[in-house]
């Protein structure tokens, strides 16, 4: 099994990114799966296409995305990719869309094909905190989430895919008040235990709910 | 034109729901507009078919369900629904499901035909805080915007339709250290202001972002 | 009886001040005693003399006094001040004492004669947000309450005198996300019902510790 | 130089507490100075007399107690402590003052002799977040810093000592939805951080504010 791990750059004022810090640190295989890794632009035009030429070179069982949510307080995989882009701030490519659909012929939304629930739960097993998200925002990584869908709809019908935010690192809140950090070693085991989960898990469903 | 406001009744440990009690104390025109003004019960498996049956009799040209959504700070306009119900507790009756989509031939997501920019910038423009959000949950508010999104694509192609989320009463966070709240005076002022919004934009497309 | 309650004037980029707005809203007579109200500058070096001042000339059997905390969640009135000037921020007289003593003759701190216990129970009652504070900072707040402390220490041995921090209004977080806000309407009844518990207490003990 | 620093054993619902998890850690010298390691009782009553024995059998040069705050965001060393037992919980000796004072003829309040704005710079530049406290609580670890405070006073005069606060355990906000929490390895960092700066700062004053 191939799982491909992407990880955004640095934006805005910062001059880390949590997601790409944690994937490069991957090992290059886990469960058994090869993990395949990439960073991708903060940019709503390019980092589609980038994602998008990887999958048809590699040939990925799996899509999994990594980006930075500050102000969130454990590592939250995304139930759902929806058609908009809406910048709060702009991107890398100094481009702010406002309320622009992504896919003008692509679904309202997508759901991730990961097992979002038992990801969660493999990452409290291991003492650090996690919860699902249902709304990955309207910025770039909402964005890369609904690419990668929309292009699984349209182009690679066996693929899964899906999305993870992991909170601020320590070192990004030393001039944020009250924000919540959490460590790049704990990262880096949320990752893999969730990575872990997705292999453990092919093939079977995902039924329960987590609180 | 004609309007009608939806508001929840109480649930779990509560004995008060901001939403029916802001509803209930609308004027029952606002800018012209006729406020039809229901209380629907806390329930996935009855809201829907309540609304339903007063779309049916009263044939509303909008309907804004309201709902609260404890630990918010302002009032938030939902721009998306999606087709999945998920407590995290019961509901009234009972009720409490895991993980189901809630029509199995509904679209993934609906967005909100509502002017939520338009709608958050004017409740700003009163000194109150809002935001749009991007998540209803996946309780009984996310089900009976989802619902009511479902008739108008199945059955009521004209309807115009939307959810807003309102923060706890002062009371409600008596005994609920650090939670925010919202006085009733404000809630009805600001959901007063969104409607009136909704009249004024009638007809006009709502494009511009907001921060 | 004579309570003379005192509210700051706006400061830093804030146009309004809940402190003096609610002050000035306050009726004249609460529970039989006489309320006198005053605007006091929000400056380290002016506003002790100015309390001084009216305490010299009115002679009131308790001072109370009120101020802004961005940031609380609901009306707390605070248990003790310390002898310690320490500003984030410079006054509106463009001071900004770094880790500076208040009164280098004064004691490390002192307690406040208000019963705080029964006032927090009685704003709780009004089914309004209340918590006892151990802490008014080290801005101008905690050097009024320290000062009107040191005075009674030193001068004015029969007054009985405290400080409250009431949250921002509605307005001031239009544009400051994710922060809590109580409304003008209800800041006055809080202050009201706390000035009452402070007349009806008056002689008696407070003991009780509150949750 | 010899340091004594103290953590709390485990209190309430938590099984582990990090004070102690952290002070066990530390190596026995930072910056040339000896450290010594105690585990004191979550126990209004016992933890004063667990550390005078320590200090008449030890004489360390300073003191500095360590524990939990639950809700912060980093490492918080405290300025001052206060004459209050006031505890919302019993203590592990199912003890819960009510509004008591700690020594009937201290002080109403002592401030830390530790350089705590060097400190929070200090364990800043290593990437962790950090700011002075003003408030210690009112309840057990207040109580230990004003004991150790009180008995500097009345019999250890050369004793320079304090407090620091240190956030949750990622592992027990797990179910704990929305709490800040920090590594393990980031407190030892940290404390190790604030004691080579005590060891620095000996003899030298520490007047800068932070912010």
Redesign the interface.
């Known amino acids: 099994m191939k799982i491909l791990v992407t990880g955004f750059d640095p934006f805005s004022t910062d001059k880390i990114n949590p997601a790409f810090e944690t994937v490069k640190r991957l090992p290059d295989s886990i469960a058994d799966a090869t993990i395949l890794k990439l960073e991708i632009p903060t940019a709503f035009k390019r980092c589609g296409e980038v994602v998008h030429q990887e999958i048809v070179s590699a040939h990925p069982d799996y899509v999994l995305n990594v980006g930075q949510a500050g102000g969130r307080?454990?590592i939250t995989p995304e139930?759902?990719a929806?058609n908009?882009d809406?910048?709060?701030i702009a991107d890398n490519d100094n481009y702010r869309p406002?309320?622009q659909p992504i896919e003008a012929d692509g679904?309202?939304?997508?759901?991730t094909q990961l097992p979002v629930?038992a990801m969660t739960r493999a990452i409290?097993k291991e003492?650090?905190?996690?919860?699902i998200s249902?709304?990955a925002?309207?910025y770039v990584c909402n964005h890369i989430m609904y690419e990668v869908q929309y292009r699984r709809a349209t182009e690679f019908p066996e693929l899964k895919a899906g999305f993870m935010h992991i909170p601020f690192?320590?070192?990004q809140?030393?001039n944020r008040?009250?924000?919540?950090?959490?460590?790049l070693?704990?990262d880096i085991c949320g990752v893999v235990e969730a990575i872990k989960t997705m292999v453990e898990m092919d093939g079977r469903s995902d039924?329960?709910?987590i609180?």
């Open positions: 307080f454990g139930r759902i929806i908009l809406d910048g709060r406002i309320n679904a309202t939304a997508y759901f629930n409290r003492g650090l905190p996690s919860s249902l709304s925002g309207t690192l320590p070192t809140v030393v008040p009250n924000m919540p950090s959490q460590s070693d704990d039924v329960d709910s609180e």
